[in-house]
């Protein structure tokens, strides 16, 4: 069993950054492949980033390349999201996932615990 808390959610203007921590609590945090998705309302969950337990970046969705970095510290299991150049159309409830796998996945639903989520407001 697994349990994450994301923080590091807020309003910021267009072209600030905000860094988003997700903490895990459990055993073996490092056997999990991490992901983060995001929502905004009516639309389904959104893939973001996925990093694997090695912290090698598997991949980022398109529309954060080069703006958003996923990162991992396995001796204080947390995840990280370090979100730069952000964008109106960035907000979102965003959530920490974690997966009980060496692989990463951007499918939601091959994900196995998922956190609260933190929103994150960006004005124009």
């Known amino acids: 069993q697994v349990q994450l808390i994301e923080s590091g959610g807020g309003l910021v203007q267009t072209g600030g950054s905000l860094r988003l921590t997700c903490a895990a609590s459990?055993?073996?945090?490092?056997?999990?492949?991490m992901g983060w998705f995001r929502q905004t309302p009516g639309k389904e969950r959104e893939f973001v980033a996925a990093?694997?337990?090695?912290?090698?970046?598997?991949s980022d969705a398109d529309s954060v390349k080069g703006r958003f970095t996923i990162s991992r510290d396995n001796a204080k299991n947390t995840v990280y999201l370090q979100m730069n150049s952000l964008k109106p159309e960035d907000t979102a409830v965003y959530y920490c996932?974690?997966?009980?796998?060496?692989?990463?996945?951007?499918?939601?639903?091959?994900?196995?615990?998922w956190g609260q989520g933190t929103q994150v407001t960006v004005s124009s």
């Open positions: 459990g055993r073996d945090f490092s056997a999990y492949a």
């Open positions: 996932a974690a997966r009980r796998s060496l692989l990463t996945s951007s499918r939601a639903d091959q994900y196995d615990y």
């Open positions: 990093i694997r337990w090695s912290g090698v970046v598997t």
